[in-house]
């Protein structure tokens, strides 16, 4: 069975070393039988349809460059709309996910205009850079997800955010982060989140095999799993 | 001069020779001063030739190459030598280079800039010229991004500067668009160049000016090269000073800068290549005549540290030192791996991200193109550190046969099993934080 994965801006918002995430879940994918295909979309392509994807991912990038993207996928945001309602696993890492919001309003004072999909906005400057490790709360199921933020503003709209930030190491001045609607992740983490934090690649394997009809395979990634409780253990170990 | 002034400098004094006496660091005394006169460093008076360099990579060695044929051809010269390079460091150094009435007794100030801190330091002066040398993907857990970096090194640039840029690189080189008298240093067509982008990452692809794509004629590496925008025109510009050529016969390395200057090198690696020729460019700009130049920077012994040879019971092997958080350090550290056609292994140990913090981000590892090191010549592969199973995910998505992986999670072990089972040449790659964790273990051979 085909699984299509829309790798959107692969090389346009590709800071972080976030093509690991898309890596992770191919290799997760094919140990559950599926064969997978990547189909890349960028800033110079005319077109860039959310139809037959199964799922949807875009990483970190300049700040100038994710402004761009703003602009340019606003084109297209009739078909990731449509796809998100309809349950379409996506994950949206560093600040691709403040596209997804309402506005941002960039160190110069422009306001970039967002998809409006979610009731956010971003406010950035350019004298630091907001980086540190965090640990991150899930309100919903109560895990705990780690990683590193590397991002120039903050969200506002704290009401509609996912994850309470319990632990910082670092300068990352806000409490709450990111943003989830139907099967769509929005996470300030940035790199390969989906390493250190199995669950989560777990859970989008999941929906996929579920979308899928598949049964779902119990396999175990103990590397994963061990990276993920050793920086859990060393984060919030750890003296601030 | 203002009394403030005068009791910054005197306490700074002090406290740098005690400090000294105590063998702490360099950054103290001048925190004290500025506590004292925020503005201390405008009102220091500083020699008419002031040189600063910056850059992500090669800082330190391309200032030490300027102050030695600086010195070479009878200037004297004060910079900071301890590397101490942010606005406190730079503080204590020129005030220990100056008289008690702030006056600096050197004929030249040689700076190498931190690339974030560059900006505090020039609000008080200007130096006269600023190298800029390579921004790359570099320790981002601190620096953010490349263009950050730009936009911030932007501020440390005035008009009443001369800049002197990397040519090849098109972040460093799109400074000195419509900038009259900027000068330029970079490399001809070598024959180590591709005609495809070799990496992970391209951080060359779009124009840093007007984000339409870019070509490029050939790549030096990663996104140094020949490059052309395809709509706005930015190019790469015509050189002042030109990399000609990089020769190796007889286990005698050296290069050649402007088709005539040939100059004796320790190792030819690309980016060691580029100091060189940033050191030659801005010494000849400072009035060095070219061959006076090229001749101190033959004399020159670079004591990089970057390689070190070792055996480990039957072991025979070769540290490269790379940096952590960047990948194409590591990038040219593979580079000299693959290159070596002996059979050989390689072990790749990450154990301290850094000495100064910590942090658990490894993000950097998927930036590097461990997929060279899927090779038929590569024995085993051995990874060893606390992040040992972020290195192992990593190289399971390589593409490289799980069977020559071992995973330990600390040096020792690796170590041991090295000795117990390599019959291979082993190369180890790491950083300045993790070496000694190594080093302590085998026995060293020698070090260049």
């Known amino acids: ?240 | 001069m203002k009394i403030r002034a005068f009791t910054a400098i005197l306490v700074c004094k002090v406290i740098r020779g005690l400090a000294k006496l105590l063998g702490r660091g360099s950054s103290l005394p001048g925190k004290y001063a500025l506590k004292i006169c925020p503005d201390i460093l405008s009102e220091l008076k500083l020699p008419e030739l002031s040189i600063a360099v910056t850059g992500s990579n090669g800082k330190t060695s391309t200032v030490e190459m300027i102050a030695h044929v600086l010195k070479s051809n009878g200037l004297k010269v004060a910079y900071n030598k301890e590397g101490s390079n942010q606005i406190e460091g730079v503080t204590t150094f020129l005030i220990g280079a100056s008289t008690m009435g702030g006056k600096v007794k050197s004929d030249v100030v040689l700076l190498e800039a931190d690339e974030r801190y560059a900006r505090r330091v020039f609000a008080y002066f200007h130096p006269k010229y600023f190298v800029i040398n390579n921004l790359y993907r570099d320790q981002m857990t601190r620096n953010g991004h490349p263009e950050w970096i730009r936009t911030i090194i932007g501020h440390a640039v005035y008009d009443d500067m001369t800049l002197i840029l990397n040519a090849d690189d098109p972040l460093v080189a799109s400074f000195g668009k419509d900038r009259e008298g900027t000068v330029y240093f970079g490399a001809d067509n070598l024959p180590s160049d591709t005609t495809v982008h070799e990496g992970i990452y391209n951080d060359g692809r779009y124009c840093p000016i007007c984000k339409q794509p870019m070509e490029y004629e050939y790549y030096h590496y990663n996104h140094i090269g020949k490059f052309k925008c395809t709509s706005c025109g930015f190019e790469r510009h015509d050189t002042d000073h030109t990399l000609t050529g990089i020769g190796e016969s007889d286990g005698h390395a050296s290069i050649t800068i402007d088709g005539t200057y040939e100059i004796p090198v320790f190792f030819t690696g690309i980016y060691h290549c580029y100091n060189i020729l940033a050191a030659f460019t801005a010494a000849t700009v400072a009035g060095i005549a070219p061959e006076k130049a090229a001749e101190s920077l033959g004399g020159y012994i670079l004591k990089s540290g970057r390689i070190s040879d070792f055996t480990l019971g039957k072991v025979e092997g070769r540290l490269l030192l790379s940096k952590h958080e960047n990948s194409v350090s590591y990038d040219r550290s593979i580079d000299v791996v693959v290159k070596d056609k002996r059979k050989k292994s390689v072990m790749i140990i990450v154990d301290a991200i850094s000495r100064k913090y910590y942090t658990s981000d490894s993000s950097w590892l998927w930036d590097i193109n461990f997929e060279k090191l899927n090779d038929e010549g590569i024995d085993r592969i051995i990874l060893a550190g606390q992040y040992c199973e972020d290195l192992a995910v990593r190289f399971d998505l390589a593409g490289v046969d799980s069977r020559k992986v071992q995973v330990f999670d600390t040096v020792q072990k690796a170590a041991d099993y090295c000795r117990d089972n390599l019959d291979s040449f082993l190369y180890v790659i790491t950083c300045f934080s993790d070496k000694e964790k190594i080093l302590s273990i085998v026995t060293r051979r020698e070090l260049a």
């Open chain 1, 1 to 240: 069975m085909n699984v299509n994965i829309l790798y959107l801006y692969p090389d346009f918002m590709s800071l972080y070393g976030d093509n690991g995430n898309i890596r992770i879940l191919e290799r997760r994918l094919k140990d559950q039988g599926f064969d997978v295909e990547i189909i890349k979309r960028t800033i110079t392509d005319d077109v860039i349809s959310f139809d037959g994807m199964d799922f949807v991912y875009m990483g970190s990038g300049f700040e100038s460059n994710r402004n761009l993207v703003a602009a340019h996928l606003a084109n297209f945001k009739d078909g990731l709309v449509r796809a998100i309602d309809d349950g379409v696993p996506m994950l949206f890492t560093g600040n691709s996910y403040d596209i997804l919001g309402d506005r941002i309003e960039t160190a110069d004072k422009t306001v970039i205009k967002g998809l409006g999909i979610f009731d956010f906005s971003f406010i950035e400057q350019i004298e630091k850079r907001y980086t540190g490790d965090v640990v991150l709360e899930d309100w919903e199921n109560h895990e705990l997800y780690v990683g590193f933020v590397n991002r120039a503003g903050v969200p506002h709209g704290k009401d509609g955010l996912a994850f309470e930030i319990t632990k910082v190491i670092g300068n990352v001045p806000f409490e709450k982060d990111g943003v989830r609607k139907n099967n769509l992740l929005g996470i300030s983490l940035i790199g390969p989140l989906l390493l250190k934090n199995p669950k989560i690649a777990e859970s989008f394997v999941r929906i996929i095999c579920g979308r899928k009809g598949a049964e779902y395979k119990e396999i175990s990634y103990p590397n994963s799993e061990k990276s993920h409780d050793k920086t859990k253990k060393a984060l919030l170990n750890a003296e601030v």
